[in-house]
C-alpha cells in the first residue's frame, strides 16, 4: 500500500499522541416531587394507584398532577384506581440502560390503568413470555412486599397478564 | 416595524427553598398569575411559548421536552432558549416582530434548591481543558474580575458594599424579596473573605422562583389594561477566552446596551431612563454594569452611589426591587425577574418601593460566572424607536 500511495499510514500509537483531557462532571440532584406526584407516590407504598379528575374534561390523569395541561387549570379531585389495565405499546429491549447486549430481554410497556380513560405510565411487564405479549393484552400490577415498598414507582415490580388473557 | 409590549406578568415570589412545589407546579403558578393579569387564555390565544433554561440546571437533558403543560404550551408552538431569561424575552419579541405570532408566553423557573451541589455545575461551565483543570471554584472569576475593575476605576470595597447595603435595604420593601435587611458597611466588610477582594455579603444567594411575561402585538396591547412596550432590545457575549477577555470592562454590556439603544431610539441615557435593574449578582457588577450602560460614565458610578444618586428617590433609582443582593439569585430567570420589578413600577404598581414618575426603564441581564453574556432590554410606558 505504502508503495502505491506516498506518505505514512496512522497507527494506534499516533492517536494517543493526540491529548484528551478527562472529567467526570459532579452533578447531583434531589427532585421535589411536588403536591400532585408526592401523593402518587404515598399511594404506591400503600399499594394503591391514584389519579386525579379534571372537572373540566373530566379525563383522569394518571399519574396525577396538580394541573390539567388541556384545559389549563388547577385539578384536585382524587380518585382510588384499580391496579389492572391494558398494554398500549410494548418494546423488547435487547440492551441495557448503556447499550450492553443482555441475554434477557427487558419488557418495557405503557399501560392504560383501568378506568383512567386510556392514560396511565410506562412500566414494565413480567412473567410473560416475549413472544406472547401483544398490544391490547390485559395485565395486573405485582407489588412489592409492603415491607419493601418506598414510596417509588417500582413499588410495582411490575406488570403480568391478568387471569383471563386478552 | 411592529411595537411589542409587555401585557402581563406573573412571578412566585422567591425563596431559598420550595420543597412542597415541584418545578413544573411552580412554574403552574407563574404562568396562571401572568395569564390572569394579561386576561389570556392560553389553550387559545397564545401564539407562541419560549422557556430559558439550562439542561445542567434543570437536571434533565433536552428540557424543552418538559416545557408545554405548566405553561399552557401542549400541542403548541414551543421553543426553549439555552440562556438567559432576557434573551427568551428578545426571541419572544423577534416573533412578533416576525409577524409568527400575536401573543407570546416566556417563561422562566430556578428549582435551584433541588440541585445538590450548584458549585459542580458552574465548575462545569469553565473551559473544560485549560480553566477546569486548574481546579478554582467558579466563583473566583468574579473575584479576578471585580480586582481589575477595582484597580481599573478607581473604585473600593466599601464603595461596592454600599450597594450591598442599598440593595439589601430596597429588599425590605418588597414581598417578592426574601433578603431585605438593615445592613451598614461595616457589616458587608467584616463578613467572611470568600474570593478576596468578594466576601460573603458581596455575593447573591441562589433562590427558587419562576416567572412569565406575556407579550403581544400593537393591535392586542392597545386593548390591554396598562401595557408596558418593549421600545429596545440588545444582546452580545465577549470572548469566552479568560485571556482575551476586558477583566476590567464587561465590553458585551456596552455593545448590548448600545444595540437596545439604537433599536429605542435613545440617545442620552441618564436623562432618558427613570429607573434601572441591572445585574447585581455580585456587588461590583452593579456599578460596573452601570458604567458599561452608558448610564454614567466610566469610574463615575461610585460617586453617584454614595450621594444617593440610586436610592429610590434618587436621580436614577436602581434595583430598587433590591436586586440580586436582596432577591437572591434565580439563575436564568433574573432577567425576567428584573422585567417584572420594572412593570410594576411602570404601571404604578410597586407598593412602598414605587419610584415617582416611572415611565421609562432599563433592565439588564447578565448570565452569571464564568460567561461574558449579557442582555439589555429597554421598557416605556409610550412606545417609541425607529421604524
Known amino acids: 500500500m505504502s508503495k502505491e500511495y506516498p506518505g505514512n499510514p496512522l497507527n494506534s500509537k499516533d492517536f494517543k499522541k493526540a491529548l484528551k483531557t478527562k472529567y467526570v462532571p459532579t452533578a447531583e440532584y434531589a427532585w421535589s416531587a411536588g403536591h400532585a406526584i408526592n401523593r402518587f407516590l404515598t399511594g404506591l407504598k400503600e399499594g394503591r394507584i391514584l389519579g386525579i379528575k379534571c372537572r373540566s374534561c373530566e379525563r383522569i390523569l394518571v399519574p396525577p398532577r396538580a394541573f390539567c395541561e388541556e384545559c389549563f387549570i388547577s385539578v384536585d379531585e382524587w380518585v382510588e384506581l384499580k391496579d389492572t389495565g391494558t398494554v398500549n405499546t410494548f418494546a423488547i429491549s435487547y440492551l441495557d440502560t448503556m447499550a450492553n447486549r443482555i441475554k434477557k430481554p427487558l419488557l418495557p410497556a405503557v399501560i392504560e390503568i383501568d378506568g383512567a380513560g386510556g392514560n396511565g405510565f410506562l412500566h414494565m411487564l413480567g412473567e410473560v413470555d416475549p413472544k406472547k405479549i401483544k398490544i391490547g393484552m390485559k395485565v395486573k400490577a405485582v407489588w412489592k412486599p409492603a415491607k419493601d415498598r418506598k414510596g417509588d414507582i417500582t413499588d410495582i415490580k411490575y406488570f403480568k397478564p391478568a387471569r383471563g388473557g386478552v | ?202 455575593t447573591s444567594n441562589l433562590v427558587d422562583g419562576a416567572c412569565v411575561i406575556v ?74 454594569h452601570l458604567e458599561a450602560l452608558r448610564l454614567v460614565d466610566t469610574g463615575e458610578a461610585a460617586g453617584f452611589l454614595c450621594e444617593g444618586a440610586f436610592d429610590i428617590n434618587g436621580e436614577l433609582p436602581v434595583n430598587a426591587s433590591g436586586g440580586s443582593l436582596g432577591m437572591g439569585n434565580l439563575l436564568d430567570t433574573n432577567g425576567l425577574v428584573k422585567t417584572f420589578e420594572a412593570v410594576e413600577q411602570l404601571r404604578g404598581m410597586a407598593g412602598q418601593r414605587q419610584v415617582k414618575e416611572a415611565e421609562s426603564a432599563l433592565v439588564q441581564s447578565w448570565r452569571g460566572v464564568p460567561t461574558t453574556s449579557g442582555a439589555v432590554m429597554i421598557l416605556g410606558n409610550e412606545p417609541s424607536g425607529g421604524d
Request: proline share 5%; with cysteine; hydrophobic share 40%.
Open chain 2, 1 to 202: 416595524m411592529e411595537k411589542v409590549a409587555i401585557i402581563g406578568v406573573g412571578f412566585t415570589g422567591a425563596r431559598p427553598d420550595s420543597p412542597e412545589l415541584s418545578y413544573k407546579e411552580l412554574m403552574y403558578e407563574a404562568a396562571v398569575k401572568a395569564y390572569e393579569d394579561s386576561n389570556v387564555d392560553p389553550r387559545k390565544e397564545i401564539g407562541s411559548f419560549i422557556g430559558a433554561s439550562e439542561d445542567f440546571w434543570d437536571g434533565v437533558s433536552i428540557f424543552d421536552e418538559y416545557l408545554p403543560d405548566q405553561i399552557g404550551g401542549a400541542l403548541r408552538p414551543v421553543c426553549s432558549i439555552c440562556n438567559e431569561g432576557l434573551h427568551a424575552l428578545a426571541t419572544g419579541v423577534m416573533h412578533i416582530r416576525a409577524g409568527i405570532a400575536d401573543i407570546v408566553a416566556v417563561e422562566a423557573h430556578s428549582k435551584v434548591s433541588d440541585v445538590v451541589n450548584p458549585e459542580g455545575i458552574m465548575h462545569f461551565a469553565l473551559d473544560p481543558i485549560l480553566d477546569r483543570t486548574l481546579d478554582y471554584n467558579a466563583h473566583v472569576m468574579a473575584g479576578l474580575e471585580m480586582n481589575r475593575y477595582l484597580h481599573e476605576a478607581c473604585v473600593t470595597k466599601e464603595e461596592c458594599a454600599e450597594v450591598v447595603v442599598k440593595n439589601r435595604a430596597n429588599a425590605l420593601l418588597n414581598p417578592y424579596a426574601p433578603y431585605g435587611a438593615k445592613l451598614c458597611i461595616d457589616d458587608v466588610l467584616d463578613s467572611t473573605p470568600t474570593y478576596e477582594p468578594l466576601s460573603e455579603l458581596d
Open chain 2, 215 to 288: 407579550l403581544a402585538s400593537e393591535k392586542v396591547a392597545r386593548n390591554k389594561r396598562a401595557p408596558v412596550w418593549i421600545n429596545g432590545v440588545g444582546w452580545c457575549n465577549d470572548t469566552p477566552n479568560v485571556g482575551l477577555r476586558d477583566w476590567g470592562y464587561p465590553r458585551y454590556v456596552r455593545l448590548a446596551a448600545e444595540q437596545a439603544y439604537a433599536d429605542a431610539g435613545i440617545t442620552n441615557p441618564y436623562d432618558e431612563i427613570d429607573i434601572a435593574e441591572v445585574d447585581d449578582s455580585y456587588s461590583y457588577k452593579e456599578l460596573q
